[in-house]
């Protein structure tokens, strides 16, 4: 089944203890990307990735690192999280190139930072 | 900031159409409409996408004005599992998909 994997679903962590979110895709995309979500506030992009070893910040990028080192993964990796990063998470992929691309997303991963 | 502008909230009856507007008055012309949802706190999941045409598949159907300006997602048969958050967006590309806040359907029996 074509899919994109999140682990964890759901993590309670403490302030400053480094965690990482994986993601993993079976689709062979190109593209793959990170999102929070937040009452309120929609979907907001925080990295995205065209391509293994290429990546690039969206909109909310501070306190967070990725990694595309192979096509099927991106970790999202906060290095000392914070309790504003309590959020819900989700990573998705697609294919790349012009035109129309649809997204395909990860059931999400759900942060509490104490 | 959204290129789209939705209704923060639609009601339906189940068995009937929903219709949800989506205003993007400011749309290129190389730039595709998107409509996904996501129900509660799910993952958002891909409903339909058109450029200039209708487009129909077997979620939903896409109507398209013919200056590109607007367009309305149809669910002809709403049911209580189409209770959701339902998101318009135009983009050329998916480097930077900007979601919203969407149009929470609520579909009642």
């Known amino acids: 089944e074509a899919q994109v994997t999140q682990n964890p679903r759901y993590l309670i962590t403490v302030t400053g203890k480094k965690l990482t979110v994986t993601c993993s895709q079976n689709?062979?995309?190109?593209?793959m990307s990170w999102y929070r979500q937040d009452p309120g506030l929609g979907l907001r992009q925080i990295y995205y990735?065209?391509?293994?070893?290429?990546?690039d910040k969206g909109d909310v990028p501070e306190g967070y690192k990725v990694s595309r080192k192979e096509k099927r993964n991106f970790p999202l990796i906060l290095e000392s999280p914070s309790p504003n990063q309590t959020s819900l998470y989700f990573c998705?992929?697609?294919?790349?190139?012009?035109?129309?691309?649809?997204?395909?997303f990860g059931a999400g991963s759900r942060l509490t930072v104490l | 900031d959204a290129k789209t502008t939705q209704p923060p909230s639609m009601d339906c009856a189940e068995g009937r159409a929903a219709n949800l507007p989506c205003n993007h008055s400011?749309?290129?012309?190389?730039?595709?409409v998107y409509w996904y949802r996501q129900i509660h706190s799910q993952g958002p999941q891909y409903i339909i996408h058109?450029?200039?045409n209708n487009e129909t598949n077997e979620m939903a159907s896409l109507i398209i004005t013919e200056d590109r300006k607007s367009s309305t997602l149809i669910l002809p048969h709403a049911t209580l599992r189409d209770t959701a958050v339902y998101y318009c967006?135009?983009?050329?590309?998916?480097?930077?998909?900007?979601f919203g806040t969407g149009t929470r359907l609520q579909v009642f029996p």
């Open positions: 058109g450029l200039k």
């Open positions: 990735s065209m391509n293994v070893e290429v990546t």
């Open positions: 967006i135009v983009d050329y590309n998916t480097d930077k998909l900007i």
């Open positions: 998705a992929s697609s294919s790349a190139g012009a035109g129309a691309n649809v997204l395909t």
């Open positions: 689709m062979n995309h190109e593209y």
């Open positions: 400011t749309i290129s012309g190389n730039e595709y």
